[in-house]
């Protein structure tokens, strides 16, 4: 084997130190236990630490994909109330997922409604950040966890400032750092049967080129699976 780049995320077998591992949750399959890793880790730490609580409503904007779909079951997982905004074909999918109310992205602005929410994450698309400050309750936290680059480079830029001048706060959660705390607790969350991975597509190792081109398209529902 050649000298590893570490950006080979294809293969029957892979290294990995022990400390990014955690065993294959009983109740799922090897394909469905690949699948949760990165997104369900990244839908878990933009949820701001020990700011959560029963009762609150939380809006997940880009709920239908690999991250957006752990994130509202994640949500759900510690009993808030879940909007997910997500298109059409996907409202009847979010539902299933747990969440309480749907908004079809392609019919409603979310950010243009009376409707306010204590935390607000967003996955994916795009809005001004004075949309999603609008659509916080004077409290309210947005964590930006990507979506489109004009709304990622809002955050950064214009969060800090927003957070520092008001008592709403809005900011990127920055790279999600894989770490096997938080992959335990994914793992008793599935064991538990409070998530579940959504697998739209499963391909063969073959097929990956194909897989990398339909993600490509920004239309996955859940995550693409590649079997070896
Ligand atoms: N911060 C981090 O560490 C980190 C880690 C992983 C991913 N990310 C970022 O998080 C984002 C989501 O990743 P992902 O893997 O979940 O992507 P994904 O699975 O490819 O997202 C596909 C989903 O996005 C939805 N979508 C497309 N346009 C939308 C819009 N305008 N409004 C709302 N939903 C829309 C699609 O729904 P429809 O088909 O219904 O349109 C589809 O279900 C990406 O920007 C990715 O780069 C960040």
Same mark, same amino acid.
């Given at each position: 084997m050649g000298k590893r780049s570490g950006l080979e995320p294809f293969a029957e077998y892979a290294c990995a130190g022990a400390d990014l591992l955690a065993l294959k949750p009983a109740n799922a399959t090897f394909e469905e236990s690949a699948a949760v890793p990165l997104a $369900? /880790?990244?839908?878990?730490?933009?949820?701001?630490?020990?700011?959560?609580?029963? !009762?609150?409503? &939380?809006? @997940?904007?880009?709920?239908?994909?690999?991250? !957006?779909?752990? $994130? @509202?079951?994640?949500?759900?997982?510690?009993?808030?109330?879940?909007? $997910? @905004?997500?298109?059409?074909?996907?409202?009847?999918?979010?539902?299933?997922?747990?969440? +309480?109310? &749907?908004? +079809?992205?392609?019919?409603e602005d979310f950010t243009r409604n009376r409707l306010r929410y204590d935390?607000?994450?967003?996955?994916?698309?795009?809005?001004?950040?004075?949309?999603?400050?609008?659509?916080?309750n004077s409290t309210g936290i947005c964590v930006v966890l990507g979506g489109s680059v004009a709304q990622i480079v809002q955050s950064l830029l214009f969060?800090?400032?927003?957070?520092?001048?008001? %008592?709403?706060?809005?900011?990127?959660?920055?790279?999600?750092?894989?770490?096997?705390?938080?992959?335990?607790?994914?793992?008793?969350?599935?064991?538990?049967? %409070?998530?579940?991975?959504? /697998? +739209?597509?499963?391909y063969p190792l073959s097929d990956t080129a194909e897989a990398i081109l339909a993600l490509e398209e920004g239309h996955a529902r859940g995550k693409l699976a590649i079997a070896g």
């Open positions: $369900a /880790i990244t839908a878990l730490q933009g949820l701001p630490k020990g700011q959560i609580r029963p !009762g609150q409503r &939380v809006l @997940v904007n880009g709920a239908s994909g690999g991250v !957006g779909s752990f $994130a @509202v079951q994640i949500a759900k997982s510690f009993g808030t109330e879940v909007t $997910a @905004v997500c298109s059409r074909q996907n409202l009847d999918n979010a539902r299933s997922m747990g969440a +309480d109310h &749907v908004i +079809d992205y392609t019919q935390l607000i994450l967003a996955v994916n698309g795009h809005h001004p950040i004075l949309g999603y400050r609008r659509t916080l969060g800090p400032l927003i957070s520092r001048t008001g %008592s709403r706060k809005i900011g990127f959660m920055g790279i999600a750092k894989p770490n096997q705390k938080d992959l335990l607790l994914i793992k008793d969350l599935l064991e538990a049967g %409070s998530i579940k991975p959504m /697998i +739209d597509r499963l």
